[in-house]
């Protein structure tokens, strides 16, 4: 039942993590690490853009400011 309540809140953040994660850090992990044979570090430099990437697009969406106009 509670969950009914975050409904309306709930795709934004879904998208936001779901096209930050699967489409951008995954890809670019492997192309650091393997494509550009840097290797271990590659991954660990792929999340820190990635997880920069997601804040600034959950900025974005936060400023935009739809969430204000949604009726819970």
């Given at each position: 039942?509670?969950?009914?309540?975050?409904?309306?809140?709930?795709?934004?953040?879904?998208?936001?993590?779901?096209?930050?994660?699967?489409?951008?850090?995954?890809?670019?992990?492997?192309?650091l690490?393997?494509?550009?044979?840097?290797?271990?570090?590659?991954?660990?430099?792929?999340?820190i853009?990635?997880?920069?990437?997601?804040?600034?697009?959950?900025?974005?969406?936060?400023r935009?400011?739809?969430?204000?106009?949604?009726?819970?």
């Amino acid at each position: 039942m509670r969950l009914s309540l975050t409904a309306p809140a709930f795709p934004t953040p879904t998208k936001i993590n779901l096209v930050c994660f699967w489409l951008f850090e995954i890809p670019l992990a492997y192309v650091l690490s393997i494509t550009l044979r840097i290797g271990a570090a590659g991954t660990f430099y792929s999340i820190i853009i990635a997880e920069t990437a997601l804040a600034l697009c959950a900025m974005h969406a936060f400023r935009r400011g739809k969430w204000k106009l949604r009726k819970v």
